[in-house]
């Protein structure tokens, strides 16, 4: 039980691309979900918080334009780096939490910009 | 939000057993401990979860002091696949918690 499912797991674009990133709660309903970032050799830095159908809650120094966050579901959050540069590579995580249950993380998405 | 501390690195022989041991002096009364593991290139994964005394599952136990102002993991006799980054969390078990990654433990198993 509690498999979250993050696709893609690794993504190459072109500087100045958007790219997607869905995290899927695949057998609970998850009423918050998170968006981590992890550098290499790092620890994980917690990007976001976001609940079904209100808007995230970014941390600080975290541009909620850069990194739009939809949570249109109980079992589904996306989210989408906009115009993509070199320093926004990097390893996203996302993980999902029903109430009174710890949280339960993807495998992650390598994303590469050129 | 209680902040946690723990060694950077151990290493262990393989069939040991390994203990990490994790202190949240300022962990509040409703908060829970948490343990994950995380290998390279892969999402953090669920352990053990307590809050006092022991807890004990099918990988791991927990034991947790009465001040509950540290918490240790432990893993009997450990296989160089146990190699990995090792995260305790703290924090309640409801709304936004649990969600601040310390440093971790790197343990490394040799064989």
């Known amino acids: 039980g509690a498999v979250v499912s993050q696709h893609p797991s690794w993504v190459i674009c072109k500087s100045g691309t958007s790219v997607k990133i869905e995290c899927r709660s695949l057998?609970?309903?998850?009423?918050?979900m998170f968006w981590y970032r992890q550098f290499p050799k790092q620890s994980l830095m917690l990007m976001a918080t976001?609940?079904?159908?209100?808007?995230?809650?970014?941390e600080q120094g975290v541009e909620k334009d850069k990194f739009l966050i939809n949570h249109a579901s109980l079992t589904l959050s996306t989210l989408t780096v906009t115009s993509a540069h070199p320093e926004d590579s990097s390893f996203y995580i996302c993980?999902?939490?029903?109430?009174?249950?710890?949280?339960?993380f993807g495998d992650g998405t390598r994303l590469s910009i050129l | 939000l209680a902040k946690t501390t723990q060694p950077i690195s151990m290493d262990s022989y393989e069939g040991q057993e390994v203990n990490i041991t994790c202190s949240h002096n300022?962990?509040?009364?409703?908060?829970?401990i948490t343990w994950y593991q995380q290998f390279p290139s892969q999402g953090p994964r669920f352990i053990i979860q307590?809050?006092?005394t022991k807890v004990t599952n099918e990988v791991a136990s927990l034991f947790i002091p009465a001040d509950r102002k540290s918490s240790t993991l432990s893993l009997p006799r450990v296989s160089l696949s146990d190699t990995a980054v090792y995260y305790c969390?703290?924090?309640?078990?409801?709304?936004?918690?649990?969600?601040?990654f310390g440093t971790g433990t790197r343990l490394t198993v040799i064989p």
């Open positions: 976001s609940n079904e159908g209100s808007k995230a809650t970014y």
């Open positions: 969390l703290v924090g309640a078990l409801t709304g936004a918690n649990n969600l601040f």
């Open positions: 993980s999902a939490k029903s109430s009174m249950e710890p949280q339960h």
């Open positions: 057998d609970f309903q998850a009423t918050t």
């Open positions: 300022n962990i509040a009364t409703n908060d829970y």
């Open positions: 307590g809050y006092k």
